[in-house]
């Protein structure tokens, strides 16, 4: 199972929003309904941010939202801001009943 | 607050074994899948492992397919991560974490125990 792909690095300033890529296959993200996004803070566990796509988990700030067409899924983080900045990792359900993980995208607030 | 606290770790030789434990609290842990993610060290994450909350269903990466084994002991609120023929790749930081009831996705994390293998 290939890691799904996402962006390397995405950067924005106080304020913007910003939008992170995560493209997999028919098995996995286009599959299903079942990706997640995770923060993770350097020396940090990840923290789960979106679920099922683009539901927040209870605590999570309402900036944060995920969407999906075809065999791609996003992350917008709106309003961004300096406790932002941080890996960013998607991840997806897949047809073996097994997960797969993205490459990652360190994010970084100007 | 649930907690997930992982041991076990530390330095192994290439083709050594070694058992990683995650002992959980404040929540019910018959009652939910679990997994073990892996991160080596400056890189991204790699799922490697998960069981259902009876045991009944597990199911591995290739990666650690006959090599690494998952097993749980509901009475002792404990997952276990049983490796063997370590390589090298093997090196990272292992996470044990739980499967939401609510979705597919991992909803709480530990905070890691970190496998070295070298010679």
């Known amino acids: 199972q290939s890691a799904l792909t996402q962006p390397a690095s995405v950067s924005g300033s106080p304020g913007q929003s910003i939008t992170i890529s995560c493209t997999g296959t028919?098995?996995?993200?286009?599959?299903?309904?079942?990706v997640s996004w995770y923060q993770q803070h350097p020396g940090k566990a990840p923290k789960l941010m979106i679920c099922d796509v683009s539901n927040r988990p209870s605590g999570v700030s309402n900036r944060f939202s995920g969407s999906k067409s075809g065999n791609t899924a996003s992350l917008t983080i709106s309003g961004l801001q300096a406790e932002d900045e941080a890996d960013y990792y998607c991840s997806s359900y897949t047809s073996s009943s097994t997960y797969v993980f993205g490459t990652g995208t360190k994010v970084t607030v100007l | 607050e649930v907690q997930l606290v992982e041991s076990g770790g530390g330095l192994v030789k290439p083709g050594g074994s070694l058992r990683l434990s995650c002992a959980a609290s404040e929540f019910t842990f018959s009652s939910y899948s679990m997994n073990w993610v892996r991160q080596p060290p400056g890189k991204g994450l790699e799922w490697v492992s998960s069981?259902?909350?009876?045991?009944?269903?597990?199911y591995y990466a290739d990666s650690v397919k006959g090599r690494f084994t998952i097993s749980r002991d509901n009475a002792k609120n404990s997952l276990y991560l049983h490796m063997n023929s370590l390589r090298a790749e093997d090196t990272a930081i292992y996470y044990c974490a739980r499967e939401a009831t609510f979705s597919n996705a991992q909803d709480y994390w530990g905070q890691g125990t970190l496998v070295t293998v070298s010679s």
């Open positions: 028919s098995s996995d993200v286009g599959g299903y309904n079942y």
């Open positions: 069981i259902s909350n009876s045991g009944s269903y597990i």
